[in-house]
């Protein structure tokens, strides 16, 4: 039994209108479902973020951003500020997902500097850390992670730890209907908690570990039943209220 984080990454997909249904639906699965156990995080596109807020504030539902920038304000024209998305009731940020890395050639620079810009303001931020194919397939995966990890938690204390949750995102899963396996899951899991102990301590024991990468209704148990996963950042299925929900009641069965 552990810790259980459901996120929904709705990456560039819903309006306005429709992220509001989206969020309908999942609050009225909590409603009926109440006294989860589990927390539930929806992070739809920077268009529908205040008007989520608005709907989610009173509520359970947790309320995170794909992205932000790190100054406060100024001439950055087409950023978006931590302190604006905090306004807006945003307690999670996604940080280094694979796909900024890869089509805005965001470096692990660049996500170091938004990871302690957002523990200043803070929020929580979810890193995402993961090998590509290639990586994998010349057995450089463990290296790939703990690079990424190195490089992007560089000038966290001890004491920050536990406010950082990791996204395990294999690239090669990612939108392609094909999860690690489960031995997979377990390994990359097992690896970086070791990690984070090593170099943060025991503190690192409480932080939250999630898999993300064709993580659906249909993998659920089998992923989220691993010891050290504790939860998912979920793409596709989030989008589906039923497939989300599903996953939900899936992380209800493992959760402290
Ligand atoms: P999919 O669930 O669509 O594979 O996406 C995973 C992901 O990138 C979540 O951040």
Known sequence: MKNMLIAGNWKMNTNVFESQKLVEYILGFMKTNDNLKSRVLVCPPFTSVYAIGQIVKNSELLLGAQNCYFEEKGAFTGEISIPMLEYCGVSHIIIGHSERRSYFKEDDELINKKLL?????????????????????????????????DKDLSGVSKEQIDRIVVAYEPVWAIGTGISATREQVVEAHNFLRQLLIDKFGENANSVYILYGGSLSEKNADEILSI???????????????????????????YVV
């Open 227 to 253: 010891e050290n996963v504790n939860g998912g950042l979920i793409g596709g299925a989030s989008l589906k209220g039923d497939s989300f929900c599903s996953i939900i009641q899936t992380a209800e069965k």
């Open 117 to 149: 810009a957002i523990l200043e303001h803070h929020l929580t931020p979810i890193l995402c850390i993961g090998e590509t194919l290639d990586e994998r397939n010349q057995g450089k995966t463990f290296d790939v992670l703990k690079n990424q990890l």
